[in-house]
């Protein structure tokens, strides 16, 4: 596996992928240039961890499948995203979201002065198949989410950090996706709880069949639930693989799962260094 990002092949979508990202470019204000070439792909039914620090192009990468950057003066500029075998980066995001594909928001993004009940009504507002339907899946939700039916009277700011996430994937889930692009579910909040809300993720993956794309820091616990990982860098994919593969190279274990001692630079700096020395030696 090359690790120069500039000889990294775009992947080749696969015949069940329901998510295919084909060498995209993106643009802040016509000028700054924060994704460089990234390809990926999300086959259906799995859960695909997209890793990095902050500031790799994590998030970018999301709200470049969502059709979120328009609001933030972001833009793709070459290439192009495909949901379900059809091109999706012209369509508005509700338009997307109608199709199956809905993205939760980093930071949980709740509606604070309304109840946890009235955040996933609102999650709700696209679907035209009428209130048994929707009442049907919020008792789903609940059951998936037992905190949630415990706390549904509660004004949603007035929660804890764990259960305005889980409000947050709650309110994804009744839109009644096929596809959640979930960023940085784990952060601000403690790690049993960031292992309890992983667990339902896995569960709504393997009964609901819900498709998955993780935009997370914690590479420790990204890798444990993904099937497949890719790992990102200053707007690029450095590295990609199977989830158990990444979870044993060592250098991922050393830059990304706190494996290893020595100051850190990156994980490009570091690749290069050790051709170099061998080149040399």
Same mark, same amino acid.
């Given at each position: 596996?090359?690790?120069?990002?500039?000889?990294?092949?775009?992947?080749?979508?696969?015949?069940?992928?329901?998510?295919?990202?084909?060498?995209?470019?993106?643009?802040?204000?016509?000028?700054?240039?924060?994704?460089?070439?990234?390809?990926?792909?999300?086959?259906?039914?799995?859960?695909?961890?997209?890793?990095?620090?902050?500031?790799?192009?994590?998030?970018?990468?999301?709200?470049?499948?969502?059709?979120?950057?328009?609001?933030?003066?972001?833009?793709?500029?070459?290439?192009?995203?495909?949901?379900?075998?059809?091109?999706?980066?012209?369509?508005?995001?509700?338009?997307?979201?109608?199709?199956?594909?809905?993205?939760?928001?980093?930071?949980?993004h709740c509606f604070?002065?309304?109840?946890?009940?009235?955040?996933?009504?609102?999650?709700?507002?696209?679907?035209? *198949? !009428?209130? +048994? #339907?929707?009442? =049907?899946?919020? $008792?789903? %939700?609940?059951?998936?989410?037992?905190?949630?039916?415990?706390?549904?009277?509660?004004?949603?700011?007035?929660?804890?950090?764990?259960?305005?996430?889980?409000?947050?994937?709650?309110?994804?889930?009744?839109?009644?996706?096929?596809?959640?692009?979930?960023?940085?579910?784990?952060?601000?909040?403690a790690p049993q709880?960031?292992?309890e809300i992983f667990?339902?993720?896995?569960?709504?993956?393997?009964?609901?069949?819900?498709?998955?794309?993780?935009?997370?820091?914690?590479?420790?616990?990204?890798?444990?639930?993904?099937?497949?990982?890719?790992?990102?860098?200053?707007?690029?994919?450095?590295? *990609? !693989?199977? +989830? #158990?593969?990444? =979870?044993?190279? $060592?250098? %991922?274990?050393?830059?990304?799962?706190?494996?290893?001692?020595?100051?850190?630079?990156?994980?490009?700096?570091?690749?290069?260094?050790?051709?170099?020395?061998?080149?040399?030696?």
């Open positions: 596996m090359s690790l120069n990002p500039a000889s990294i092949p775009a992947p080749e979508p696969a015949g069940d992928g329901i998510l295919s990202v084909n060498n995209i470019e993106v643009i802040y204000d016509h000028v700054i240039l924060v994704l460089k070439g990234v390809s990926l792909t999300v086959p259906k039914g799995g859960i695909v961890a997209l890793l990095g620090a902050n500031g790799a192009g994590k998030t970018t990468t999301l709200k470049a499948i969502s059709n979120l950057l328009h609001a933030e003066r972001g833009e793709v500029t070459k290439g192009s995203i495909q949901f379900k075998d059809d091109r999706v980066d012209q369509l508005s995001p509700n338009e997307l979201v109608r199709r199956g594909c809905i993205q939760v928001m980093e930071g949980r604070g002065h309304l109840s946890i009940e009235e955040n996933l009504l609102t999650g709700a507002f696209t679907r035209r *198949d !009428g209130w +048994a #339907a929707v009442k =049907r899946d919020m $008792e789903k %939700v609940y059951d998936y989410f037992p905190r949630l039916r415990q706390r549904k009277n509660s004004q949603a700011g007035y929660t804890s950090g764990g259960e305005q996430q889980m409000c947050a994937i709650g309110r994804a889930m009744m839109s009644k996706p096929s596809m959640i692009l979930l960023d940085e579910p784990s952060m601000g909040l709880v960031v292992e667990e339902i993720v896995r569960e709504l993956n393997t009964k609901e069949g819900v498709s998955f794309l993780l935009a997370e820091q914690n590479t420790n616990i990204a890798l444990r639930y993904a099937t497949y990982g890719y790992i990102m860098e200053t707007g690029r994919i450095v590295m *990609d !693989g199977e +989830a #158990a593969a990444l =979870r044993e190279n $060592e250098d %991922v274990k050393e830059f990304y799962l706190g494996v290893g001692g020595g100051d850190r630079k990156s994980f490009r700096e570091v690749k290069s260094y050790k051709r170099r020395k061998r080149w040399l030696s």
